[in-house]
């Protein structure tokens, strides 16, 4: 039974690095993929880099974030947990990545771990992108966000904006929905 490709031609970045959530990643990468949507694995070290995750499971990325295309190219961006955002957030490119699609109006996702991403993104002179906006994320990191000036609410998934932020692995399924929602939406 063939299945309508809602995301045909649509460009979906997942940055990844070392110790990320497993479901996190690969979840969002098939679901995406399922509705036709080209998936890049993007980490800040060279392409073709194999990251494993908290439970073992490999990716290879298919980009270097330095060879990332313009944002103007992209359709959404994925940011995942587990610790993997302790080292994302520590790549410029990366950040400044997150904060180009936000203020550009493209689906930004995180989850889990993943918002420690939106406190650490600015702009220039700028408040965290996560300042002002509703958002959630695992409870251990609710006083980053918090700190970093979200409202911050406990709810599976938080649309506000271009943002979008989950709580756990458990919230995937609602996740991804808002993140093909938000895709769609901005067509």
């Known amino acids: 039974m063939e299945f309508p490709k809602r995301l045909l031609g649509k460009t979906v970045v997942i940055f990844c690095d070392f110790q990320f959530e497993d479901m996190e990643v690969l979840y969002p990468k098939m679901r995406l993929e399922e509705e036709g949507a080209n998936v890049l694995i993007v ?7 194999k990251y494993t995750g908290k439970y073992g499971y490999p990716v290879k990325s298919d980009l270097s974030v ?3 295309p313009p944002v103007s190219e992209l359709d959404a961006l994925i940011l995942p947990g587990g610790f993997s955002p302790d080292y994302m957030r520590r790549n410029a490119k990366m950040l400044s990545t997150v904060v180009e699609m936000i203020a550009a109006g493209k689906p930004t996702a995180a989850i889990c771990h993943g918002p420690w991403m939106l ?7 700028g408040p965290p992108v996560i300042a002002g906006k509703r958002a ?3 409870f251990a990191i609710k006083d980053d ?7 911050w609410v406990d709810e599976a998934v938080v649309v506000d904006g271009p943002l979008i932020t989950s709580r756990t692995p ?3 399924t609602p996740f991804c929905h808002a993140i093909i ?5 901005n067509q």
């Open 119 to 125: 406190c650490s993104a600015r702009a220039e002179g």
């Open 66 to 68: 330095a060879d990332l």
């Open 170 to 172: 458990n919230d995937l």
């Open 145 to 151: 966000c918090v700190n970093a000036g979200c409202t």
């Open 136 to 138: 959630t994320s695992f």
């Open 43 to 49: 980490g800040g070290h060279p392409a073709g880099m």
């Open 181 to 185: 929602s938000g895709i769609i939406a």
